[in-house]
């Protein structure tokens, strides 16, 4: 368990992220693609489905021993919140309302954030533009870890800390690579949420609070899900900084597992997104994928070619000119 990993840093490239060629070329062939880059009808009812049952289930928690609240934290409220966040990552590309209606998305997704007991939506949008953007960019994209995690989490011991400390990670790491400047919408997010979290600590007291906070850390944390954060862009075949997973946990997970698909299309929601693949399937079909994002944690945490550093990352233009 104290092997260090073999990666000493990042895969630096000098090209430009590959999504936005495939994409011109893909509609080119296939012009019929642009019929999926409408709304999803359902994802509001989903979404309002899913926070009012993780809100029931929060009240009925009240009651329940700690062990028994944590238990259940882990094995259905981590996977109610869990996919909320991927709810909320859809809402980020106005996947509900349209582009027409951005507001009306925002504001789901703020809905959306309620049983995630802490203020996350309004500024994952603000980052993950820039994630789409510049795909692996050097100071731009806050999804490619540190080169400090890649040095500390460089063991197996260390990379499974590293895992389950995802959304403490997550939530720091904007702030020292790329930080912005806070939104008005980001203010409102965290009145919201703030005002949500007293009214329900006023009427259900200490443990609904706790049975949400522990959802959203456990559920985010090393948590078989939470296999399609290491899935998505970590390198496990080198020269390829994108993969896509096709099995079920899709269903809980709005299709966010068809990643090489929604990086080509990111207007297309989730739902639409199988078609996609069948639409075109030469541009899929021979890239290497995974089959179980539980194998990746596992792979990641015991193979010494994988870890914070195994990701392609690349020097952009508008980095450059802001040093």
């Not at 994409?23 to 019929?35: D, F, I, N």
């Not at 203010?187 to 200490?206: S, T, W």
């Not at 693949?277 to 944690?297: C, F, G, N, T």
Request: charged residues 20%; hydrophobic residues 45%.
């Amino acid at each position: 368990m104290g092997n260090s990993s073999g990666r000493t840093d990042f895969e630096w490239v000098y090209t430009d992220q590959p999504h936005t060629q495939r994409r011109k070329e893909m509609l080119a062939k296939y012009p019929e693609l642009k019929t999926l880059m409408r709304p999803d009808p359902r994802l509001k009812w989903t979404v309002l489905a899913l926070v009012g049952l993780q809100l029931a289930v929060s009240w009925l928690a009240r009651g329940l021993a700690w062990r028994w609240l944590l238990l259940l934290a882990y094995v259905f409220g981590g996977c109610v919140n869990h996919a909320l966040t991927l709810a909320i990552h859809d809402l980020s590309h106005n996947a509900a309302f349209g582009t027409g209606r951005a507001g009306l998305n925002r504001w789901l997704a703020v809905v959306a954030n309620l049983p995630i007991a802490l203020p996350y939506a309004a500024s994952f949008k603000k980052y993950h533009v820039d994630h789409h953007r510049y795909l692996g960019g050097h100071g731009l994209d806050v999804d490619v870890p540190t080169s400090l995690e890649g040095r500390l989490f460089c063991t197996p011991a260390r990379k499974l800390l590293w895992l389950a400390l995802q959304p403490l990670v997550y939530t720091l790491r904007p702030l020292c690579v790329n930080p912005k400047a806070l939104t008005r919408m980001e203010l409102l997010n965290a009145l919201v949420q703030l005002a949500a979290d007293v009214a329900l600590f006023a009427l259900g007291g200490f443990k609904p609070v706790v049975y949400l906070l522990a959802s959203s850390l456990l559920g985010l944390g090393l948590h078989p899900v939470s296999g399609h954060f290491v899935a998505e862009h970590y390198m496990f075949v080198r020269g390829h900084e994108t993969y896509s997973y096709y099995g079920p946990l899709n269903r809980i997970a709005f299709n966010v597992g068809y990643h090489v698909e929604h990086h080509d299309f990111p207007s297309i929601p989730g739902c639409y997104l199988p078609q996609v693949r069948k639409i075109a399937p030469e541009y899929y079909d021979h890239l290497p994928q995974h089959h179980s994002w539980m194998k990746v944690l596992w792979d990641f945490v015991f193979e010494d070619s994988l870890g914070p550093f195994a990701r392609v990352k690349r020097v952009c233009k508008v980095a450059e000119d802001r040093l």
